[in-house]
Structure formats: structure tokens, C-alpha cells
T-cell receptor
């Protein structure tokens, strides 16, 4: 059974703080993704990674960075959190070829005050 | 890049009726079209997908149709039940078996389906 886990379900941070969101998958998937989910806007891709140390910008990368030092772990970093980054953050993983099903983590509800 | 539009944003149906959600995409090279279901408080999960070499695919009460010429695809749920209440997302992707593919999906904005008893 595929498992994608995220470090926190709920997080409250102050404006200007550096925030780390971690995602771990146990299926040896090459691809990992970070999405932001807001009502009426669907799932918007922030960054994705197709291999260790590789990353590609998604549709809304501004204000975010990522790190993938190990295959199973993909971190999302908010260098200086702002109130407009209050959102639900979802991590996902998938194989790189053949089966494109994305397996999602439970999400992190981040509130920036 | 790819742009996916999804309609309607909300859909209320009586239990036992059918529900249809429609999506259009802009990139004619897109060839993989999955649908994800997200129940309240849970993570999105794949429920059905279709590839561009197929016009229709069915799995019990759900079916997906694809019209490549018009660049639109639809999800059909028959005999709706209360457990079908959820947000449904369509997505599109350009994949290829002959080249490396990133498996990157472009999602629609989602449809909130409410099934009333």
C-alpha cells in the first residue's frame, strides 16, 4: 500500500518566519510534487522533482523553494512566510513512466498570521 | 502551457440520478486524462483515467468519455449515492512512452458534487 506522509497536519506560523514542510513516500517513486489547494482554484502545482536533486518550477513557484536530497523525501520551504501563503499544501508522488497515478499525502493546513 | 477548465463548479443531484462533469483542455498534445475524487477532509484519489487512444472507459457506475477533436472530456456517474458526495478534479497531461515523461498533471478547478437523499 502506497504511503505518502507529511510532517504536520496543521501549522501556524508568523509573517516572516521560515517554514519547512516535509513529505516522505515509501514507494520508490521518481516523481514528487508540491501543490497548493485553495477553494475554487483547484490544485495548483508549486514545484515538482523527477529525480534526486532535480527540480522544476510549477505554475506558482514565487515565494517557495524545494529540496530533494533523498529519493523518498521532498521538502517545501517558505523562505519568509506571508499571509497570502495561508493555504492547504498537498504533496504527491508518482512513477516517472507508464503509471502516472499520483498518490497524495494527507495535506498540511498552514496558517500564517 | 496546458490549461484545463472544469464545469460546473457545484452540482447538486438527487440520489439515484446521474451526474456529469465536463472539462476542456487547450494542449492538443495532451494524451492522458485522469479524474480524482476528494472526500471532505481526505486526500485526492484517482478514480478513473483515460488515454487518448480510447474514446470511452467504464468502471461500474462511473465512466469517462473523451472527444479529442473538440478537446473535451467528461465524467459520468450513474445511480448516484450519498458516498459520491465529494470534490472531483479532472486533469490533463502530455505523456509519451517513447520519451522521458515527467507525469506532470494540469488540474481543473474542481466540482463539488452533493448527492441529496
Amino acid at each position: 500500500d502506497v504511503k505518502v506522509t507529511q510532517s504536520s497536519r496543521y501549522l501556524v506560523k508568523r509573517t516572516g518566519e521560515k517554514v519547512f514542510l516535509e513529505c516522505v513516500q515509501d514507494m520508490d517513486h521518481e516523481n514528487m510534487f508540491w501543490y497548493r489547494q485553495d477553494p475554487g482554484l483547484g490544485l495548483r502545482l508549486i514545484y515538482f522533482s523527477y529525480d534526486v536533486k532535480m527540480k522544476e518550477k510549477g505554475d506558482i513557484p514565487e515565494g517557495y523553494s524545494v529540496s530533494r536530497e533523498k529519493k523518498e523525501r521532498f521538502s517545501l520551504i517558505l523562505e519568509s512566510a506571508s499571509t497570502n501563503q495561508t493555504s492547504m499544501y498537498l504533496c504527491a508522488s508518482s512513477e516517472r513512466t507508464r503509471n502516472y497515478e499520483q498518490y497524495f499525502g494527507p495535506g498540511t493546513r498552514l496558517t500564517v498570521t | 502551457g496546458e490549461n484545463v477548465e472544469q464545469h460546473p463548479s457545484t452540482l447538486s443531484v438527487q440520489e439515484g440520478d446521474s451526474a456529469v462533469i465536463k472539462c476542456t483542455y487547450s494542449d492538443s498534445a495532451s494524451n492522458y486524462f485522469p479524474w480524482y475524487k476528494q472526500e471532505l477532509g481526505k486526500r485526492p484519489q484517482l478514480i478513473i483515467d483515460i488515454r487518448s487512444n480510447v474514446g470511452e472507459k467504464k468502471d461500474q457506475r462511473i465512466a469517462v468519455t473523451l472527444n479529442k477533436t473538440a478537446k473535451h472530456f467528461s465524467l459520468h456517474i450513474t445511480e448516484t449515492q450519498p458516498e459520491d458526495s465529494a470534490v472531483y478534479f479532472c486533469a490533463a497531461s502530455r505523456t509519451s512512452m517513447t520519451t522521458d515523461s515527467w507525469g506532470k498533471l494540469q488540474f481543473g478547478a474542481g466540482t463539488q458534487v452533493v448527492v441529496t437523499p
